[in-house]
């Protein structure tokens, strides 16, 4: 539908050098973030990921000039020009040698509506780096991504949980791979090893009961609930949490527009007997648990949806 565009405009120039950026700094696609300096109008943050480093600073005052002085970086020892050359009048930073990826930065002025980007992008890196994994779920034979850098051209090898899967594309920044059927239920570490040895750090994968259905759970007449307070779903499989009672991890929260009638839906595994309970994740941290046995219910088979509505046991 957009055809052209004015391609001298200032906001052309940065969306293009961004997304240069993206592309060459691995930290802008895959890195952690934290905050390096804060004041009510100044904010820098970093983004990390192993030795690639991109530090942002931000000046929202229309009026006001900062001098940043004790600004620490884990970018390396060296002179920096501004990613965006100047079109937010930034400018050129100077960093010092410290120690634990505290690099002192020389103390420099951002002007009323300031912003500057500095980057430092590491070479290749010997052993594989993962930054990525699409989708972050799955079941046995889905075909998953990794991505990340150093992986080297030629194939070399996936683990997912210790169990080797097959390969079916791969690049130095991308590796595409199946779920092994031996793979164990649950969340897994999935590693690539290069070609001619080098094994990349892990990351999470979580394996599902095979072919998953929709089921609705509901649960009327649950004990009062302070504010802040929710009703959660747990049970005896991977996807309803194996029985915990963190509210990270066990289904939740679920929704009660007829309170104190409480439901939600829940992925779980097709045509399967499962047992469950409902939680009440208490302010105090303690759980409130229904009593009674455990809930049973079979799931629909492959392709269905289902619905089941159980009264509080006391």
Do not use: C
């Amino acid at each position: 539908m957009m055809e052209s565009w004015d391609q001298t405009t200032r906001g052309y120039k940065i969306v293009q050098k961004l997304s240069d950026l993206r592309r060459n700094n691995a930290a802008v696609r895959f890195g952690s973030i934290g905050q390096r300096w804060l004041n009510s109008d100044v904010y820098i943050y970093e983004r990390k990921f192993f030795d690639d480093v991109v530090l942002v600073a931000l000046n929202k005052s229309t009026t006001s000039s900062y001098n940043i002085t004790g600004l620490y970086t884990s970018l390396p020892a060296g002179t920096y020009g501004d990613v965006l050359t100047g079109l937010l009048d930034g400018g050129s930073i100077t960093v010092r040698t410290g120690s634990g990826g505290n690099n002192p930065v020389d103390a420099f002025t951002l002007g009323p509506n300031d912003a500057a980007v500095w980057s430092y992008s590491a070479t290749n890196p010997a052993t594989p780096q993962v930054g990525n994994i699409s989708p972050t779920m799955g079941r046995f034979g889905d075909i998953v991504a990794i991505t990340g850098r150093g992986f080297g051209s030629t194939a070399g090898s996936v683990s997912v949980g210790g169990v080797a899967a097959t390969v079916s594309y791969w690049s130095n920044t991308e590796v595409n791979f199946a779920v092994p059927s031996s793979a164990a239920v649950g969340n897994v570490q999935v590693t690539v090893t290069k070609s001619g040895g080098g094994t990349s750090n892990g990351i999470t994968y979580s394996v599902l009961n095979g072919p998953q259905v929709p089921v609705t759970f509901g649960v009327n007449n649950a004990p009062p609930t302070q504010w802040g307070e929710n009703v959660y779903l747990t049970g005896n499989r991977f996807e309803l949490g194996d029985w915990s009672t963190d509210p990270k991890i066990a289904v939740g929260r679920l929704l009660a527009p007829n309170y104190p009638n409480w439901f939600g839906m829940a992925s779980v595994p097709a045509s399967s007997a499962i047992e469950y309970k409902y939680i009440i994740p208490r302010n105090s941290g303690s759980v409130t648990w229904e009593g009674g046995s455990n809930h049973t219910y079979t799931t629909p088979a492959a392709g269905g949806v289902g619905s089941v509505t159980v009264n509080w046991q006391n």
